[in-house]
């Protein structure tokens, strides 16, 4: 064993022992015994993905805590953006290292460093303590609300502490066969967006909803939705179920209306079966064109028609995007932004960034002040190198009675 595997084992038993709240304490003090890394800090990236937060390490300068910085055109952007360690002189004859520290593609902040000297294998060791940070954040924040906090900029509502809490704890995901990335600009009313994602041992399931309405009553209703649409998925159901399942669960409580996409993605072939409820379509960029999706668009949850939802097949190719939007992302003010031409304009960027610049665009376009959620996911499709899917399209409708309904 390297030695450097060695302090790394050291520094996550030293994380496990310590407070949840003190993970940048720990990595400050393995770093200064190690390098005499003289100010050490975390810095987060807020929620809406425009600034960071910077968390000092304890007994740093406390000024440091105050005021976000602004993540654009930032250093901090240029690490992020391009996941790798930044080294430049401080000033007063050390090194300031700025090193991002992610997990499975999440971009949860940058660590910054002060350093008198370093070497690559400081360097190294450096980013080694980062990816080690990464993952004791992930676990700690499920004991602490600091990291939480750390996220927001703004003042929150009870109905956007709601919908926050509805969303997965982390907005990207990597893994062989795809990329994915989701935001959600919430509007000062909030309009009831969501999404969610989780991956199984063969299949990527992905939802994005809209629950009608605004405030309270639509971040109730979203919990219902999203609820149900979890239930039904851990319980093994298929997308056409999750369909069924939801909207059963809308109309027994007489909540309200939602539309809704589902996508079950099988790993193996990049098949992916949906349901769309009421939903505005998918976008797909293929050998460099945007395209609309055409799929049937059923009933949204919630409508008691006696109209059967609809499974479709869409079969993804490898180097595919697929766009997910809420109406928000279309509507109103937002209307002026020329989707398709951003997103042909941001067809080579990681969808992390190409989801900041989808909503950025809407975000600019509505003077910052939205009347309706903004939510986008993009979904880039590797495919699995072991197989060549055939690419061809097609859809099928289910047989069987109305929503809800047995077959």
């Not at 309270?216 to 851990?234: D, I, K, P």
Request: a negative charge; one cysteine or more.
């Amino acid at each position: 064993m390297e030695s450097g595997d060695l302090e790394l084992g050291e520094l996550l038993t030293a994380a496990e022992a310590a407070p949840p709240g003190e993970s940048v304490d720990v990595v400050a003090h393995d770093l200064q015994k190690r390098f005499g890394a003289e100010q050490v800090s975390f810095l987060f990236v807020d929620l809406i993905g425009r600034r960071v937060v910077r968390l000092a390490a304890a007994g740093g300068d406390a000024a440091d805590d105050v005021e976000p910085v602004d993540l654009q055109n930032s250093v901090y952007d240029s690490v992020l953006q391009s996941q790798r360690q930044h080294v430049e002189p401080d000033g007063q004859g050390g090194l300031r290292v700025i090193t991002p520290v992610s997990n499975r593609g999440d971009c949860i902040g940058v660590l910054e460093v002060t350093l008198q000297a370093a070497d690559e294998t400081v360097l190294r060791q450096v980013r080694d303590a980062a990816h080690a940070l990464a993952y004791i954040i992930v676990t700690d924040r499920r004991f602490t609300d600091l990291y939480h906090l750390g996220r927001r900029t703004t003042e929150t509502s009870l109905a956007a502490e709601i919908q926050h809490q509805l969303l997965p704890s982390a907005p990207c995901c990597e893994a062989p066969q795809f990329t994915l990335a989701a935001g959600l600009v919430p509007a000062d009313d909030i309009g009831g967006d969501t999404y969610d994602y989780t991956l199984d041992r063969g299949t990527l399931h992905l939802s994005i909803t809209d629950a009608m309405g605004h405030d309270t009553n639509s971040a109730l209703l979203a919990t219902l939705l999203v609820g149900a649409l979890r239930q039904a998925r851990r319980s093994g159901c298929d997308a056409l179920k999750q369909a069924r399942h939801a909207h059963e669960a809308l109309l027994s409580h007489n909540r309200g209306l939602a539309t809704g996409q589902l996508l079950c993605v099988d790993l193996d072939t990049g098949l992916c079966e949906l349901v769309n409820a009421g939903h505005p379509r998918p976008l797909r960029v293929r050998d460099g064109v945007v395209e609309e999706v055409g799929l049937t668009a059923n009933l949204p949850f919630g409508v008691a028609a006696p109209t059967p939802y609809r499974l479709q097949e869409l079969q993804l190719r490898p180097d595919d995007r697929l766009i997910l939007l809420t109406d928000g992302m279309q509507e109103r003010a937002a209307a002026d932004v020329d989707l398709p031409s951003v997103i042909h304009e941001t067809r080579a960027l990681h969808p992390r960034e190409a989801v900041r610049s989808l909503t950025a665009a809407v975000l600019d376009a509505c003077r910052g002040t939205l009347r309706d959620d903004a939510t986008v996911l993009i979904l880039d499709w590797h495919g699995n190198r072991r197989s060549a899917p055939d690419s061809r399209p097609a859809d099928r409708s289910s047989s069987g009675g109305p929503p809800g309904s047995g077959r």
